[in-house]
């Protein structure tokens, strides 16, 4: 079973910043964040991923509190091509060959 | 740097044929997965294999599916016979430890219809 909780759905205007929130309160110590969207028609597509520290890439922004029981993805300046299923995964790097378990994501609208 | 590649893109099929999806994962990667994606769902992982070595197949059903990495390299998935709730994305995804994060890179999917 995933180990997050994300809200069904959300929505944005273009331009403006897209937070989306991810509950992960169970989550070990060697465990980290990955963020992952699926574009209709796509595979999955890998934006970030962390494990206390805030993390910024040319994608989008991670945001972990100090307890490390939530985060939050920011994109910036979404566009229309942002629109996409957002998907918050905890998983342990560095320990094996560990698999991504999915749930059903954060359904991302981007609005003109 | 190439991706994974994935092929066919498409298949349509009747129930009780057979299909076969073929994965090329990105260089170097030893670990490869196949997942599952029925319409409306997130992912779900059929196996995992370890460059030739099955890691796990726990979620795999092993009376009509079947995959193989006999070179530790590219990956056959195949379903005989097929039933009508085996309609999906299959998808490839290929990861290295050597990499940061050991993050996992998914291919496009391939899309199975059967009727």
């Known amino acids: 079973d995933a180990k997050t909780t994300q809200p069904t759905s959300m929505d944005c205007a273009e331009g403006r910043a897209a937070n989306l929130p991810c509950n992960h309160s169970t989550i070990s110590g060697n465990e980290y964040v990955y963020w992952y969207r699926q574009i209709h028609s796509q595979g999955p597509q890998y934006i970030i991923h962390?494990?206390?520290n805030n993390e910024t890439n040319e994608m989008a922004s991670l945001i972990i509190t100090e307890d490390r029981k939530s985060s939050t993805l920011i994109l910036p300046h979404a566009t229309l091509r942002d629109t996409a299923v957002y998907y918050c995964i905890v998983r342990v790097a560095n320990q094996g060959a560990q698999k991504l378990v999915f749930g059903q994501g954060t359904r991302l609208t981007i609005n003109p | 740097e190439a991706g994974v590649a994935q092929s066919p893109r498409y298949k349509i099929i009747e129930k009780r044929q057979s299909v076969a999806f073929w994965c090329n994962p990105i260089?170097?990667?030893?670990?490869l997965y196949w997942y599952q994606q029925i319409l409306g769902q997130g992912p779900k992982l059929l196996i995992q294999f370890q460059n030739n070595g099955v890691v796990d197949d726990s979620q795999l059903p092993k009376d009509r599916f079947s995959a193989e990495r006999l070179k530790g390299v590219d990956s056959t998935l195949k379903i005989q016979p097929a039933k009508l709730e085996d309609s999906a994305v299959y998808l490839c995804?290929?990861?290295?430890?050597?990499?940061?994060?050991?993050?996992?890179?998914f291919g496009e999917g391939s899309w199975l219809t059967v009727v």
């Open positions: 962390g494990l206390k």
């Open positions: 260089s170097g990667h030893a670990t």
């Open positions: 995804a290929s990861s290295s430890r050597d990499l940061p994060g050991n993050t996992i890179y």
